[in-house]
């Protein structure tokens, strides 16, 4: 017993007082007693009892049956009739209201207990059904995936409102018709019509991907899900859930991130990233067949001049019709890039060196017929084209494109307008390959420790800024001498060495800094900011090589910032972007070096999360004689302020420079006006 709480609503006084008496030997509460239906509904809504045991007959205008649907309608409260009628009619009212109980008069005390008992668990555990009921109603209508149960026939039983919103109908328009009527799930790779294929469903669900979804407003739908089986007993199915994420956006957003991670933003060509990964494929493939491809590297000649008369845009514009002229020219299958500043690499498949010399041609005529004409300057195009077998016998990659740039360059070198296929054996080509002895020169350098740190002074052109420190590397020659970094570092950029040394500036500028502060020199009051290349932006590895580092000589990351040129983090955007924001959740900052090479520039700005931006020093040096140089200055700083950076000018070679840039609110000047490089010891 629990001393449930008891309503008796019965019109002979003398049965309720009975019936109260051994209800009350059984434990339970009589909480109340009324003889009329008004008086009864007006104690059940006051009282709240456990359970009513109800008279069919009463005194007053209403009976038993049609005071229990009143109090139904308020409250959820069990009820019995206690009743001498057995007639059809009578029954088939008390049914309406469903009763959990119905005692014919006169009653066993045993019966009634066990009537009450039965009724006061079954209400208990209906409420829990309920109760689950609403959670399960508000969980299913609360996910975002659309969700729709049919039962074994595939009939509409449940649809919640992200799968009404998927097939662009509701609910009650579909209960109990066909599912087939309004939804088709075809496999995108077979188009079988996945909803006749649920009697091959086991246990396990059946997970569909990528498939198509027309809702019935036209709407064309990509959605992942799964369709599993409603198990009600063991090898029986009562029926199908469905579920349906509408991946739309989602695919549509991952399209559009991987055309812009594999294509360059200014020209719709392949990016440098993606060409390198086709054309090692191509090399590797090439090895196992006896196709023939060839290579075609080109630079545009005289861009430097269109990009410094006429400013960026002009340079941008001249970019992409070069690049409308490659698109033109070749073939669907052949694949083309641009793969630096000015820089466009072809490979032409299937195609020999005779061949590729006559693509060339009709490509170098295109360029020269369509004059490039900037406002009202007229400018003569031409290309500078290398070109490179890529056969059985072909190296790797690097070789290749180490072969097809000497190619390139030759090409310019010897006036430009000109296609040169690269021939190993031929003596400018060996004497170009000079620069391969560099490699054993870097290598040795690095193994005997005869690199040495210069440094050149950033500085504030107002007091409120720390100072900065640009961390510069020469080579000790194995005479003695120093080499600078122009005889040096394109071989090992070209050569892929650059890495290994970023990795000794890097210890190495960590290491003079504890040394400079232990010696409380001036100079460690200022920030060290070193150079990364390109290819070190890719080398997770050097992050925790850098935090070692730090930790090694004991210093904050506050007191160094990272330099990575505009070319190296638009080229490896994706990279870069995850390099900087790993290393300034340790407090490092970084600058973006020569910024202004492209108008592009502004939009690459918004997506690297650096501290600096170095306004190019091909803008500084003729700020006080051109007024393009002037405005492109002005620019860069005031978008640079606005984005919250702060700016630093690059060659401030005069008084008159650096007055100008004090003047536009640049933060810092660099430049030989306030110091040549200086060894950081010595």
């Known amino acids: 017993m629990n001393n449930e709480r008891l309503l008796i609503v019965e019109d002979e006084k003398i049965i309720a007082i009975d019936l109260q008496r051994r209800l009350e030997r059984f434990g339970y509460i009589v909480v109340g ?171 396990k669900p059946l997970y569909i991907q990528d498939v198509n979804v027309r809702s019935s407003s036209g709407q064309s739908l990509i959605i992942d899900g799964s369709i599993t089986r409603i198990n009600e007993e063991a090898n029986s199915t009562d029926g199908f859930v469905i579920t349906m994420r509408d991946i739309t956006e989602l695919k549509r957003m991952s399209e559009t991130i991987n055309y812009q ?165 031929e003596t400018k080509f060996r004497q170009r390959r000079g620069d391969m002895e560099w490699i054993g020169k870097i290598n040795r350098a690095v193994e005997e420790n005869r690199f040495v740190l210069y440094y050149q002074p950033i500085v504030p052109l107002n007091n409120s800024h720390q100072p900065k420190l640009e961390i510069l590397v020469r080579l000790i020659n194995e005479d003695g001498s120093i080499a600078k970094p122009n005889d040096f570092i394109p071989a090992a950029e070209r050569y892929n060495l650059m890495p290994q040394i970023d990795r000794w500036v890097v210890e190495n500028s960590i290491r003079a800094f504890r040394i400079l502060q232990d010696q409380h020199s001036e100079l460690a009051e200022s920030i060290f900011s070193i150079n990364l290349s390109g290819p070190s932006l890719l080398d997770e590895s050097l992050i925790e090589s850098i935090l070692y580092f730090m930790t090694k000589y004991n210093l904050p990351a506050k007191n160094f910032c990272f330099e990575i040129t505009e070319t190296a983090a638009i080229q490896n955007l994706s990279y870069a972007t995850r390099f900087i924001n790993r290393l300034k959740s340790e407090g490092f900052t970084f600058a973006l070096d020569d910024f202004g090479a492209g108008f592009s520039s502004f939009g690459y700005l918004r997506s690297l999360p650096v501290d600096y931006v170095k306004i190019d020093g091909s803008f500084v040096q003729n700020i006080d004689e051109s007024k393009i140089s002037y405005t492109m200055v002005e620019s860069i700083n005031s978008i640079g302020h606005v984005m919250g950076l702060q700016t630093i000018a690059e060659f401030v070679k005069n008084e008159a420079i650096r007055d100008k840039c004090t003047a536009l609110g640049v933060d810092y000047g660099q430049g030989y006006f306030f110091a040549e490089p200086k060894p950081i010891f010595g």
């Open 33 to 203: 007693m009324a003889g009329d239906g008004e008086e009864a509904v007006r104690l059940a809504l006051e009282l709240n009892p456990d359970l009513i045991l109800m008279d069919i007959m009463l005194n007053g205008p209403i009976d038993g049956i049609q005071t229990a649907t009143l109090i139904k309608e308020q409250r959820n409260i069990p009820f019995i009739f206690l009743t001498a009628y057995t007639d059809e009619k009578t029954l088939e009212r008390a049914k309406s209201v469903q009763p959990y109980g119905y005692i014919l008069k006169p009653f066993k005390e045993r019966e009634l207990y066990t009537t009450i008992d039965i009724a006061l668990y079954k209400h208990q555990i209906e409420g829990q059904l309920s109760k689950q009921e609403r959670l399960f109603s508000a969980i299913l209508h609360s996910v975002n995936d659309g969700i729709i149960a049919t039962d074994i026939d595939l009939n509409i039983q449940f649809m919640n409102p992200i799968a009404e919103d998927i097939v662009g109908i509701s609910e009650d328009s579909v209960r109990g018709k066909h599912i087939s009527q309004f939804l088709v799930l075809n496999d995108p790779k077979t188009q079988q019509d996945l909803l006749t294929a649920t009697q091959r469903i086991a246990e």
């Open 261 to 425: 991670s594999s294509h360059d933003n200014l020209t719709g060509l392949s990016n440098r990233e993606e060409f390198s990964y086709k054309l090692t494929e191509i090399i590797r493939n090439v090895k196992m067949t006896n196709a023939a491809h060839s290579l075609m590297m080109m630079d545009v000649d005289r861009f430097k001049a269109v990009n410094d008369t006429c400013g960026a845009m002009a340079g941008d514009e001249l970019l992409r019709q070069v690049a409308s002229h490659i698109q033109t020219i070749i073939q669907r299958s052949d694949i083309s890039a641009r793969i630096g500043g000015d820089e466009f690499a072809i490979i032409l498949m299937n195609c020999d060196s005779a061949d590729s010399v006559n693509v060339a041609n009709r490509l170098q005529e295109a360029v020269q017929r369509q004059r490039f004409i900037w406002q009202t300057v007229n400018f003569p195009l031409s290309l500078s084209i290398g070109i490179v077998p890529i056969d059985k016998d072909t190296g790797d990659i690097h070789s290749v494109l180490a072969a097809a740039d000497d190619a390139c360059h030759i090409s310019k070198e010897e006036g430009g307008t000109k296609c040169t296929i690269f021939q190993a054996q």
